[in-house]
């Protein structure tokens, strides 16, 4: 069975809870506590391109698309 097909595995550990548990705790994502994995965006939810200053917490994307809302000049 493949990692990418979970609801495979659900459907066939559903009679089994003690497996579904061990399952759930050895194939769940690590907790992230520091690196880039912790910061989102908070509009979208993505990881990269992560604007932090000011305390934005956006993606450049989302950053590009309210930055006027926010007050921000584009500068030629």
Not at 10 to 26: D, G, I, R, S
């Amino acid at each position: 069975m493949t990692t990418s097909d979970y609801k495979k595995a659900f459907t066939q550990l559903k009679v089994k809870p003690v497996m579904m548990e061990k399952y759930k705790k050895h194939n769940s994502p690590k907790k992230r506590s520091c690196g880039i994995g912790q910061r989102r965006c908070k509009i979208c939810g993505r990881h990269a391109a992560h604007i932090r200053q000011y305390k934005l917490d956006l993606c450049r994307q989302c950053f590009r698309d309210i930055a006027k809302l926010l007050g921000f000049k584009k500068y030629d």
